[in-house]
């Protein structure tokens, strides 16, 4: 069956890494993205992953994907406080247009 | 032009009424999807559009309708909701269908009395 999970909750001092986990259950994943929701605004697609890769890099953005473990993970380098939001990761399988999404981690960043 | 845009942004209806929602994307993407979200959930799929074409119904209730007039346009009727379907309401495209990112709107902010 499809099911993602996440933690809920994430608190970080402005200017240390963030680290986002995710981990996902079916093996037939073929990408998996990340997604970034600020209150009452719709969601941003901040990057994605294939599944035949392990590391993606974006600007402050590093994607890691570990396959065996099914597990997932975004750090954020130089957390600030305009990256307060809710972190949602996501999965889809080739040929389907449906998106499996986690529950969302909530991002906190305080001075 | 690079994103999705929704209207209205905001929207009171009684469970009497009969409304529209409204998405509209001039990236040339060729799927277009529909998602509910209630507070503190992630998104929910409702229906998923293919070159035009009703693809994906998850099992939604006949009071709500889509209908996608050409590959740009994606609507939503709504007729005698509840008030348990007040939800921010997001429309996504992709370039195709399959496992292509889908880029969302910024939502509907349905309430219904």
């Known amino acids: 069956g499809e099911d993602v999970e996440q933690s809920l909750f994430l608190s970080v001092r402005e200017g240390d890494s963030s680290v986002i986990n995710c981990t996902y259950t079916?093996?037939?994943?073929?990408?998996l993205y990340w997604y970034k929701q600020e209150p009452g605004a719709g969601l941003q697609l901040l990057t994605y992953?294939?599944?035949?890769?392990d590391m993606k890099q974006d600007q402050r953005l590093t994607v890691l994907l570990n396959k065996k473990d099914k597990h997932l993970s975004l750090r954020i380098a130089d957390t600030q406080t305009g990256d307060s939001a809710i972190y949602f990761c996501?999965?889809?399988?080739?040929?389907?247009?449906?998106?499996?999404f986690g529950a969302g981690t909530r991002l906190a960043v305080h001075p | 032009d690079t994103e999705v845009t929704q209207t209205p942004k905001h929207l009171v209806m009684g469970m009497t009424n009969k409304k529209s929602l409204k998405c509209e994307q001039h990236?040339?993407?060729?799927?277009m999807y529909w998602y509910k979200q209630k507070a503190k959930k992630p998104p929910e799929l409702m229906f998923v559009?293919?070159?035009?074409?009703?693809?994906i119904n998850e099992s939604v209730p006949s009071r709500f309708s889509p209908e996608c007039p050409n590959s740009s346009l994606l609507n939503l009727h709504l007729h005698a909701l509840q008030p348990e379907d007040s939800a921010l309401y997001l429309c996504?495209?992709?370039?195709?269908?399959?496992?292509?990112?889908?880029?969302f709107g910024p939502g509907t902010r349905l309430t219904v009395l």
């Open positions: 990236m040339g993407h060729r799927a």
């Open positions: 992953i294939f599944s035949n890769m």
């Open positions: 559009y293919s070159y035009e074409k009703l693809s």
């Open positions: 996501a999965e889809s399988m080739d040929g389907y247009n449906k998106l499996i």
């Open positions: 079916d093996s037939s994943s073929t990408y």
């Open positions: 996504a495209s992709s370039p195709r269908t399959g496992a292509d990112e889908q880029f």
